[in-house]
């Protein structure tokens, strides 16, 4: 970076969400700086895994400027979103430079800017920086007990590819959100067996109702009351997925809106994974104690505290365990202001927020609601770009 050379706004992050901010900044007259991690825009999503669609169907997953062209589907595709992504920059207007690797943010009060630092040393200023890495940055798998002494093959959910990969194989499952439950039924159509360790009971919903996506439904819940809200869902699911308490998966113990707040775990919308866990074909198991060798002991069953304190402990040889224990942001590491983030790695602010001590400094995508993450990205990237572009617009006038 040369001496002086300021930028009005960076983007970290180039997926839907800096994208979409970056688009927005643009359209309202800035010229922002977008680093990507990745090769290429879109490579996250390419590195998904086959017959991935998204849940929250094609009118409410439409980001700035960008909706999906009919040939889409319903439901668009992993492809049909790596499309979208890829031709954002031409479409919108701004650049992107990709193969960056952001290693820290910090604030330089003197300066009243921020200093942005590769982890190869290249370094950029801004006036404002807006964090668009997502929740999904460093995957997360337990130190359980043993497991240096697993013989077999260990993944996060984030490297499955291909369920025909795991042919004939014993395949162990952890985990209870969206991808945990898609990589299950989608495996039992080639593993010997698939099995799923469950450490807290999902909550069911149906991907559409009505004919509209279930985010549909979401905006409209966002209106009422959390007790309205976790009694209308729990009427919901007991309607269209039923019991399953005979299965492994009892009720939930815990209201819905009280779980998400705890996890950011939106309910399991994939409905298969009912269907396949009703037939046998995908058996659950509560959460992993701890391994041995080839042998992984498991509690028997999935339930509250004292029903898992209580629970017998059953024994798997799986051949291959899939982590779908989740991620960790990494912004306490990233963003080099304290207090920034809540215990659990979270931004404590989100869209056009502000944390006191971090002027100009806004994150995006952080929030993953009921009426679908897109759908809030697209309303957050705007709300960001007038907020940078009023702030801005006052540290001029104040320069003047």
């Known amino acids: 970076m040369k001496v002086g050379d300021i930028h009005d706004v960076a983007v970290i992050g180039a997926g839907p969400a800096g994208l979409s901010v970056a688009y927005e900044l643009t359209k309202a007259g800035l010229t922002p700086l977008v680093l990507e991690r990745t090769p290429a825009v879109g490579d996250v999503w390419r590195s998904h895994y086959d017959g991935l669609r998204l849940n929250t169907g094609r009118f409410f997953s439409m980001l700035p400027g960008s909706k999906f062209p009919r040939s889409a589907g319903a439901w668009p595709s992993r492809d049909a979103v790596v499309r979208l992504l890829e031709t954002f920059p031409a479409r919108g207007g701004f650049a992107v430079q990709t193969g960056i690797e952001i290693e820290k943010v910090s604030y330089d009060r003197d300066r009243d800017s921020w200093l942005i630092t590769s982890n190869d040393n290249q370094q950029f200023e801004s006036r404002a920086v807006v964090m668009a890495i997502g929740t999904c940055r460093i995957p997360l798998i337990p130190e359980w007990e043993g497991k240096e002494t697993f013989p077999g093959e260990i993944i996060h959910s984030s490297r499955f590819k291909r369920a025909q990969d795991h042919a004939g194989k014993h395949v162990l499952v952890i985990g209870s959100g969206n991808s945990a439950a898609e990589i299950a039924s989608r495996l039992t159509e080639y593993a010997s067996s698939v099995t799923v360790s469950v450490r807290t009971p999902p909550y069911f919903l149906p991907k559409s109702l009505g004919g509209i996506p279930f985010v549909g439904w979401g905006i409209w819940l966002k209106r009422l009351p959390d007790n309205l809200i976790n009694m209308l869902l729990s009427f919901l699911q007991r309607r269209t997925t039923g019991d399953l308490t005979a299965y492994g998966l009892p009720f939930p113990a815990v209201p819905l809106t009280r779980q998400y707040a705890l996890s950011n775990v939106v309910p399991i919308l994939y409905g298969p994974f009912a269907d396949d866990v009703r037939a046998g074909r995908i058996k659950i198991v509560g959460p992993i104690q701890k391994i041995s060798g080839r042998t992984v002991h498991v509690q028997s069953t999935v339930g509250t505290a004292q029903e898992k304190h209580d629970a017998a402990v059953t024994t798997l040889e799986p051949d291959v365990i899939i982590a779908g224990t989740g991620f960790r942001t990494g912004i306490p590491e990233l963003v080099q202001i304290p207090g920034i983030a809540d215990e659990k790695g979270r931004s ?53």
């Open 348 to 400: 404590k602010v989100s869209g056009d927020q502000e944390f006191e001590g971090a002027p100009r400094l806004y994150f995006i995508g952080q929030i993953n609601p009921l009426s679908g993450q897109l759908r809030e990205i697209r309303l957050e990237a705007g709300r960001i770009a007038r907020k940078i572009r009023n702030r801005l617009g006052e540290k001029q006038s104040r320069s003047i």
